[in-house]
């Protein structure tokens, strides 16, 4: 075995899991779910089936993950975030196999105790804040907080906040690296190699 099982987890048959990854105590991984490698999934996690986990993704302790939703590479999931997989719940009507899909781009976080809609997916590097509550479509690198969430900036790569000029312009403190706002839409220019 390339990866580590504490001995309370409970990782069913039929699970695939990447060189690396470690999961941790009283979490559980349901057949057919499918995790990257070298990911991080903390205590009293679920997994539950055909969920896909990317590369290097952190998922904190008390999360529950549900059929539907796809991670990409180095998505962080704060402490006792949930997703849904059915809009419209009721204890009496069986609606499996009709899951809402939901995504989670590369690079993206939410928040602690965020709680994440299904049908809506998250762009890259977005940043949902601790207990928002996302109800649509999160664009790349949106800033997002509330309860229902609501755009109130933009975030670098490195999770710093966006400041842009007139121009439409931004540089990541950390990083140095230099960010466009056009049309609503943020994207990362490329390096200048000289």
Request: with cysteine; charged share 15%.
């Amino acid at each position: 075995m390339d990866y580590f099982v504490h001995d309370t987890a409970l990782v069913d048959a039929g699970c695939t899991i990447g060189e690396g990854t470690k999961i941790w105590h009283f979490s559980h991984i349901m057949p057919g779910a499918v995790l990257g490698k070298n990911c991080n999934i903390g205590q009293n996690v679920v997994i539950s089936p055909e969920v896909v986990l990317g590369n290097n993704v952190k998922v904190q302790n008390n999360v529950s993950i549900y059929t539907g939703v796809i991670c990409e590479d180095d998505v962080f999931l704060g402490p006792s975030c949930v997703f849904t997989n059915v809009v419209n719940p009721r204890s009496a009507v069986n609606r499996r196999g009709s899951y809402a899909k939901t995504t989670v781009k590369k690079g993206a976080t939410i928040g602690a105790n965020a709680t994440i809609v299904c049908g809506h997916d998250i762009g890259e590097y977005a940043f949902i804040g601790a207990g928002a509550v996302v109800t649509k479509n999160v664009p790349a690198y949106a800033l997002l907080v509330g309860n229902p969430a609501r755009h109130i900036g933009w975030m670098s790569e490195f999770g710093h906040r966006l400041e842009f000029d007139a121009d439409g312009s931004a540089v990541c403190p950390e990083s140095n690296d230099k960010y466009r706002l056009e049309n609503g839409n943020v994207h990362k220019l490329a390096s200048s190699i000289l």
